[in-house]
């Protein structure tokens, strides 16, 4: 599977983006899918997931009920609504899928990764 991340951008704080990751090579309908983040000088972390079908989601504390994860199966693409972003949302957006249908939290358990979105907030 080959995953290729879009949507990211400059915008101001308060504002909004949609990130999106198409993969290819095979459908990836069974495949649970993340988006991980890495600011500069800080480690990367896992920003939300979303399982096989959709049915179950997870988000890190920091962004939640400001960041949407949803899928589209048809389409091959996983997509990350954020609204009312922040400053420190700023970082390199990665999305990332498992062989796996359930989440899981940790990057070691993701098989494919995209080549990563820049996002960057201003105040």
């Known amino acids: 599977v080959q995953l290729q991340a879009s949507g990211g951008g400059l915008v101001q704080a308060g504002g909004s983006l949609r990130l999106s990751c198409a993969a290819s090579?095979?459908?990836?309908?069974?495949?649970?899918a993340a988006w991980f983040r890495q600011a500069p000088g800080k480690e990367r972390e896992l920003v939300a997931a979303?399982?096989?079908?959709?049915?179950?989601?997870y988000y890190t504390d920091s962004v939640k009920g400001r960041f949407t994860i949803s899928r589209d199966n048809a389409k091959n693409t996983v997509y990350l609504q954020m609204n009312s972003l922040k400053p420190e949302d700023t970082a390199v957006y990665y999305c990332?899928?498992?062989?796996?249908?359930?989440?899981?939290?940790?990057?070691?358990?993701?098989?494919?990764w995209g080549q990563g979105t820049l996002v960057t907030v201003s105040s």
């Open positions: 990332a899928a498992r062989t796996y249908s359930s989440i899981s939290l940790f990057g070691r358990d993701y098989d494919y």
């Open positions: 979303i399982s096989r079908g959709g049915g179950s989601t």
């Open positions: 090579g095979r459908t990836f309908s069974n495949n649970a």
